[in-house]
């Protein structure tokens, strides 16, 4: 399963970016995608998931009510609309995918995760 991540950038404080995920299409059948982040010097953080069949969702509590995850399954693509950016949104931001867990119960966690993509970087300056 191939990903690749864009749309990421700089932006001011409280503004908005729209991350784009293409996936390979074999992704799109009953799998979690997710999107976590990685801050210089801390662990990768989970960030919000999305079962493609079903579209089931499940958010960090740290960026619920300000992104949104979802998909389009026609064009293969995973997105995660962030608003209301903070600084310490900064980080860069990955894809990834798996056909194993509970998107309830083991989506935040990376090792659960069989497929990534190369980060985008999200800088929010302040």
């Known amino acids: 399963v191939q990903l690749q991540a864009s749309g990421g950038g700089l932006v001011q404080d409280g503004g908005s970016l729209r991350l784009s995920c293409a996936v390979d299409?074999?992704?799109?059948?009953?799998?979690?995608m997710a999107w976590f982040r990685q801050a210089p010097g801390k662990e990768r953080e989970f960030v919000a998931a999305i079962k493609t069949s079903g579209g089931s969702i499940y958010y960090a509590e740290s960026v619920k009510g300000r992104f949104t995850i979802s998909k389009d399954s026609a064009k293969n693509t995973m997105y995660l609309q962030m608003n209301s950016l903070k600084s310490e949104d900064t980080a860069e931001y990955f894809c990834?995918?798996?056909?194993?867990?509970?998107?309830?119960?083991?989506?935040?966690?990376?090792?659960?995760?069989?497929?990534w993509g190369p980060g985008t970087l999200v800088t929010v300056s302040s």
């Open positions: 990834a995918g798996t056909g194993r867990g509970l998107i309830s119960t083991t989506a935040r966690l990376p090792r659960m995760y069989d497929h």
């Open positions: 299409g074999r992704a799109f059948s009953n799998y979690i």
